[in-house]
């Protein structure tokens, strides 16, 4: 909430310099790599010192969780608002996949998503997998809707559909090129339409 004078107050302002931070921590690590980036870069690319940096995150690998909060946070949302809409399940589940898909190619989530793993403390490597449970758990969702309202098979499992489904597309994410000759969209078109057609009602 901003101040009764219209300014930011001093939590919004210090926000969005964390923000800043984590977009420019993503950004770097995603085109760089984490190993490769120092703290010392990105202070340098804001134009900041790296003590000013340890006001905000208390070590580099706290910045490398930051980043993966903001981006999943930002991937949950996205997915969220692309099935919030008209149709049957299986269309809305297809366009969610589909947003799904196209956020996961993107340089900065390819790399926190496929590479983060080894580099985490295990109690981040928890929070990563409840994030991960909860992308799970909204295709499981929209999956037991398409049966019920009969635009999916009947006979599914909507717990082994979401985990067939997510383990054939989360490679995408691993094979991606920006370079390549087919967009994002266009591969989330085919193989979000390869992945479902199996499952959707006759």
Sequence with gaps: MKAMSGFPTKEEMRDHKRREIVRCASEKFGTEGYENVPLDAIAAELGVTKAALY???SS???LLMQCY???MDRLIASVEQAM?????AAE???IGLET??????RKDMQYLWNYIRPLLSPGDKRSVQTSRDKIDSLFRAMLQNGIDDGSLRADLDPKLASLVILGAINWVGIWFRPSGLQKSQDIA???VGDALHGYLAS
């Design 55 to 57: 006001n905000y995150v």
């Design 189 to 191: 078109r085919d193989v």
């Design 100 to 105: 799904y898909v196209v956020t996961m190619t």
């Design 69 to 71: 909060e903001v981006g």
């Design 60 to 62: 580099k690998n706290d």
């Design 92 to 94: 809305r589940l297809r």
């Design 84 to 88: 919030d809409t008209q149709g049957t």
